[in-house]
């Protein structure tokens, strides 16, 4: 009877060794692969691929064959269409900075890729984000899709306040009747 005591013992102060070291270890890799901030203007493009968005995953449409291809090419592998290294950098930037805008919409509670719009050729209902029609093929011109963008994206933020308690500008009114603050996760029955 005494040695099933110590036993148990044992299993129970082994146990509780094993949890500390396994959340020792959890707590030390959390530390060492933390997300770097973006510190300056050059280092803008490293910071934001690392945040679940990867250029290579970016594509464009050839204007000259209509063939899906990297955003990054500088020549289109289908038809050979060259383009200017600058139009191509400021496609780059452009996509950029849209991806930033909607990590700042998503602080705002703003989800623009649950946002649809209407295909000017077939009629259907689309991605607000689609730069090309999943159902008849058209291509839309980027600065247009750009311009809807930026016109939802301003209709959503029109209702937007101020938190007091943090500051953030993107308390936004929910379901429950109240001002909803992502930032700091409070509700608020009235804002100005």
């Known amino acids: ?52 968005f990867s250029l290579e995953n970016e594509t464009k449409d050839c204007p000259n064959c209509s063939k899906t291809i990297k955003l990054e090419a ?20 452009q996509v950029i900075e849209e991806h930033q805008r ?6 705002c509670g703003i989800f623009l890729e649950n946002e649809t719009k209407k295909c000017p050729m077939c009629a259907e209902i689309i991605n607000l984000l689609s730069k090309k029609c999943e159902l008849c093929g058209e291509i839309f011109d980027c600065a247009e899709v750009a311009k809807q963008i930026e016109v939802r994206r301003s209709e959503l933020r029109k209702g937007l306040k101020i938190c007091p308690s943090c500051s953030n500008p993107g308390c936004y009114f929910d379901y429950t009747d109240s001002y909803w603050c992502p930032n700091c996760k409070k509700y608020f029955p009235k804002l100005s």
């Open 1 to 52: 009877m005494l040695s099933q005591s110590r036993s148990v013992l044992e299993a129970a102060i082994v146990g509780a060794v094993f949890v500390f070291i396994v959340s020792l270890c959890v707590g030390i890799w959390k530390m060492f692969n933390k997300k770097p901030e973006v510190q300056d203007a050059k280092n803008m493009r490293q910071a934001v691929t690392l945040e679940d």
């Open 74 to 93: 500088k020549k289109c592998h289908f038809c050979g269409q060259i383009f200017q290294s600058e139009k191509v950098e400021q496609q780059i930037e």
């Open 102 to 107: 909607q990590i700042e919409d998503r602080k």
